[in-house]
């Protein structure tokens, strides 16, 4: 054995000695929750929202038993994680399993290879994982050490959504009628809506920081129905890491973060903020298609200086010694002018609001922020509301009754479980360890104290809701660190058409839709429709006859202007279907994503399973290859498990086929998801064991 196979050899055995195995228990079951003024049932797991913080080491096992005590069916997912060799934990309902029954059980067993950084996990049965929901943080191995400065602190900050009814009465009432279900009442920032909500200003998440402290958050978008727009007042957050994997840092005033997609950030400040500093962390829906109603409230926590700070889920060990430690909230990337990584927008920002125009080249503070907002015309109206001596931005203190508006005319722009510790090491006990929820406990702690002594938060500008510039300026700033060698020669070129469509009702049936139809969506003219007797992956694996059928069209049926405003009728109404695409093991697969205008254009973040991807590109428009293949992004390109797709626009992406299994691609608004907009790959295996599918658990659940 020559010495370069001698040190992979020996690397291989440190990495198994250093693995471990993390045993979690989730019981998924009814709990009251009290959010805006009532408490209502709600699916949770183990009685939290969100559920438990899951923590592991790239290279770690983890072993979760989901007991179901609901009276609804579910399924979990682990959004993110590769699965290799392991699709039949996977998760997605009828796909890689069926669902478990109430009162059974499934033990979910993967292993994590080569990710660090954050990823989540959720229900993927109905629209459970409204509130079946949580964090699935990745540090990297013994001995290694994050690739930028080593911060002080780490919080998850999971954006999520909230109905005063039953998610599963709302979906069910849409899937009924035909129409659009109804938009949530508030968005959530670690299930609370924050204190511009009645009810809610003593539950707001609060997130306690020393002066001179740098801090991690782990910001995940686990909405439902929304892209969304992200700042901090006071601070600039420099990208360091998206889906689990480390991108070039990258300085940005807010982030843009599409349902199921993760952004890791550092946050700074110019000058260090002293004790009683208070800032808002604010979220709201990004949404440009006009015409069409959604939830335009705003959700807040607040990023609060003490020295009263309590143990974050941070880890001083996770690194090596040897990383750089922090000495100030002033990123080491940052240089004299705060925005001078920036190069895809100008030194300063200019947005608009109630009419008057705020420009700024520091960080995104706005003094004097509206009270209130509406979307029902082309201009923002504002009023504003001054507290103590400190004027500070109130979207809305009735946010919960600003729910239905429309974009008219605006197109213009703890349980018993052990844990990874805080200081990142895994306890063990003899095969029972558990999640953490610490989060959650330090942020309601540490919430009870008299707000009223405090002074109030300031809050940070955020984009319009509907500028794209911002949010093609932020998708475009996401790079991976260095050079890529990308995966070639491609060997399946694919065209797939993403989009809403229609279903026409006869004239003695009412349907919910527009102008008496029923709303569909559909990939390639498909509209995906999920089995009921067998998941997809048993049937490839027995070779079950009548469950799907593998001729998904490499290229729409009908080619037209996709997104043009004049689409023949023949056009809206696509044809139902189980149709699967199938790759030999090892192929090089490049897609093109080509959103349509059939009835309405829409964002929709594109989420695959079992694979990352590279994207190579976006843009505006009809795809057109001798225009746009100039605009490629081949040295640096970022590595994603969900991308979004512009409204009338499209993304480029290439991967490997390299794990074996069937494997959903689907769009992650999961109103467009149960419309639709979903197909499946099946990844044939390969040579030899390590590149063929592992056999089916012995528990895996029946239909």
């Not at 003593?202 to 929304?226: C, D, K, Q, W, Y």
């Not at 507290?387 to 109130?394: A, F, I, P, Q, Y």
Request: glycine share 6%; charged share 15%; hydrophobic share 35%.
């Amino acid at each position: 054995m020559d010495l370069r196979l001698s040190v992979l050899w020996l690397s291989f055995l440190l990495s198994c000695i250093h693995a471990e195995v993390h045993y979690h228990e989730f019981i998924i079951e009814a709990t009251p929750l009290k959010r805006l003024c009532k408490t209502r049932t709600r699916i949770t797991v183990n009685g939290l929202f969100p559920g438990p913080t899951l923590e592991a080491r790239n290279g770690d096992t983890m072993v979760i038993k989901a007991i179901n005590h609901a009276k609804d069916n579910v399924t979990l997912h682990w959004h993110g994680i590769r699965q290799t060799r392991t699709a039949w934990a996977d998760g997605p309902e009828f796909v890689t399993q069926c669902p478990i029954r109430p009162g059974q059980s499934y033990t979910y067993k993967f292993t994590i290879e080569g990710q660090e950084g954050t990823l989540w996990w959720h229900a993927h049965s109905s629209w459970l994982r409204a509130t079946v929901h949580g964090a699935l943080i990745i540090y990297p191995k013994l001995g290694s050490s994050y690739p930028f400065i080593k911060p002080h602190k780490e919080y998850p900050v999971l954006i999520g959504e909230w109905w005063n009814k039953n998610p599963i009465d709302v979906v069910k009432q849409a899937m009924k009628t035909g129409g659009a279900p109804a938009t949530s009442n508030a968005f959530m920032i670690n299930g609370q809506p924050g204190d511009l909500f009645k009810c809610s200003s003593h539950e707001t998440t609060v997130f306690p920081v020393s002066p001179g402290e740098t801090v991690l958050l782990r910001v995940i978008n686990a909405a439902m129905s929304n892209e969304h727009f992200l700042s901090v007042a006071g601070h600039y957050m420099t990208v360091v890491g998206a889906d689990a994997a480390y991108t070039k840092p990258f300085t940005t005033p807010f982030l843009l973060l599409g349902p199921g997609q993760t952004t890791d950030v550092l946050l700074s400040a110019p000058t260090p903020h002293p004790i009683g500093s208070r800032f808002y962390i604010a979220a709201r829906a990004y949404f440009s298609p006009p015409g069409i109603p959604f939830d335009n409230t705003t959700t807040t926590a607040i990023l609060e200086y003490s020295l009263l700070t309590a143990p974050a889920v941070a880890s001083t060990d996770v690194v090596s010694d040897n990383a750089p430690v922090a000495t100030s909230t002033v990123d080491s990337n940052i240089t004299s002018s705060p925005v001078a990584t920036i190069n895809a927008i100008p030194p300063t920002t200019t947005t608009s609001t109630g009419g008057s125009t705020v420009t700024t080249s520091g960080p995104m503070v706005n003094a004097n922020a509206p009270t209130a907002t509406t979307t029902s015309g082309s201009i923002v109206s504002t009023t504003t509301k001054i507290t103590s001596s400190v004027t500070t931005s109130m979207p809305n203190s009735n946010n919960n009754n600003n729910n239905n508006n429309n974009n008219n005319n605006n197109n213009n722009n703890n349980n018993n479980n052990n844990n990874v510790q805080p200081n990142g090491n895994a306890e063990q006990n003899s095969g029972s360890s558990t999640s953490s929820n610490s989060n959650n406990l330090v942020n309601n702690n540490y919430n009870k104290m008299d707000n009223n002594l405090l002074p109030p938060p300031l809050f940070p500008l955020l984009p319009a809701f509907n500028d794209s510039q911002s949010a093609a300026f932020f998708t475009n700033g996401i790079k991976s660190p260095s050079p890529v060698k990308l995966p070639e020669p491609v060997t399946e070129h694919l065209f797939f058409t993403v989009g809403l469509g229609l279903y026409f009702c006869p004239h003695n049936v009412h349907c919910g839709g527009i102008n008496n139809t029923r709303f569909a969506a559909s990939m390639n003219d498909i509209s995906f429709v999920l089995p009921n007797t067998f998941s997809l992956l048993q049937a490839h694996l027995f070779k079950i006859p009548g469950v799907f059928t593998p001729d998904f069209p490499p290229f729409p049926p009908v080619q037209f202007d996709y997104t043009g405003n004049k689409i023949s009728k023949s056009l809206q109404s696509p044809v139902k279907g189980t149709k699967l695409y199938r790759l030999k093991y090892g192929s090089v697969v490049e897609i093109v994503l080509q959103g349509t205008n059939i009835f309405a254009g829409e964002d929709h973040p594109m989420h695959l399973h079992g694979h990352e991807f590279y994207v190579l590109a976006t843009g505006s428009g009809n795809f057109d290859p001798r225009r746009d293949l100039e605009k490629f992004n081949l040295v640096d390109p970022p590595l994603r498990n969900t991308i979004g797709v512009p409204v009338r626009g499209w993304a480029v992406i290439r991967f490997v086929a390299n794990n074996p299994g069937v494997w959903l691609m689907h769009c992650h608004i999961d109103t467009h998801l149960g419309w639709g907009l979903a197909m499946a790959f099946i990844t044939e295996n390969g040579f030899g064991e390590l590149e063929s599918l592992e056999p089916p658990p012995a528990d895996l659940p029946i239909c």
